[in-house]
Structure formats: structure tokens, C-alpha cells
């Protein structure tokens, strides 16, 4: 039932900025930590950054001081603000959406869980 939906790629010279958008849908009950991952040609997915449900963030190094992950509960959409792009920033997207823990019947329940998005598209030229 938990729907992600990744938008707001595209092709941009290096120096550039881009603003990636995740809309969620379906998240009633459960506690979502929210993240951002990438994968590159030929390459293996690798964590950018995370959002958690309080709010805690966490970035990789590779793009700490560069990009900035927030979140806008009401719209239920989370976003990534993506500055000082360089080349290697070049790969596919993709929105994750964690489960962590649910309230049952008035008890806080263990339902770890991850769901994906499709991806979307980011190209940095030199």
C-alpha cells in the first residue's frame, strides 16, 4: 500500500543545482524514516542521505556541505536540494521509504520494511 514516487531529475553542467522531489502515499500507523540512495553505470547503490522520522539527519560524505534533504509532512512529500553539482554526482536516484516501528492496538510493534521508488535521472556534464 506505501507508495514512493521520485521526481525533478534532469541534466545540468557542473556548479549546477538540481531539487529532487519523493511524494509518499499510504504511510498510516507506522513510523517511516525517509533516504535517498543512488546507483551509477555500472555501479553499486550507494546511500546519499536520510531523513528520519524525528527529523534526525544523516548525510554521506560525499555530498555533506552540498546537499540538503528535508521533508514537508503535510504534502507528505520529501525532497533533496542539490547544489555544487559535480560529475560523479551522475546516476539514478531513488527514494526509500523505511519502516521502522507501528502502533498496534496501542503498542509500539517492530515492522522493518523498506519500499522503493522507480528512480529519476540525474546527468552532471563537466
Known amino acids: 500500500q506505501v507508495r514512493v514516487v521520485e521526481s525533478g531529475g534532469g541534466s545540468v553542467q557542473a556548479g549546477g543545482s538540481l531539487r529532487l522531489s519523493c511524494s509518499a502515499s499510504?504511510?498510516?500507523?507506522?513510523?517511516?524514516?525517509m533516504s535517498w540512495y543512488r546507483q551509477a553505470p555500472g555501479k553499486e547503490r550507494e546511500f546519499v542521505s536520510r531523513?528520519?522520522?524525528?527529523?534526525?539527519?544523516t548525510y554521506a560524505d560525499s555530498v555533506k556541505g552540498r546537499f540538503t534533504i528535508s521533508k514537508d509532512n503535510a504534502k507528505n512529500t520529501l525532497y533533496l536540494q542539490m547544489n555544487s553539482l559535480k560529475p560523479e554526482d551522475t546516476a539514478m536516484y531513488y527514494c526509500?521509504?523505511?519502516?521502522?516501528?507501528?502502533?498496534?492496538?496501542?503498542?509500539?510493534?517492530?515492522?522493518?520494511?523498506?519500499?522503493w521508488g522507480k528512480g529519476t535521472l540525474v546527468t552532471i556534464s563537466s
Open positions: 531523513i528520519d522520522y524525528d527529523d534526525t539527519t
Open positions: 499510504g504511510m498510516t500507523f507506522c513510523n517511516y524514516d
Open positions: 526509500a521509504a523505511t519502516r521502522t516501528f507501528c502502533m498496534v492496538g496501542g503498542s509500539w510493534v517492530s515492522y522493518v520494511m523498506d519500499y
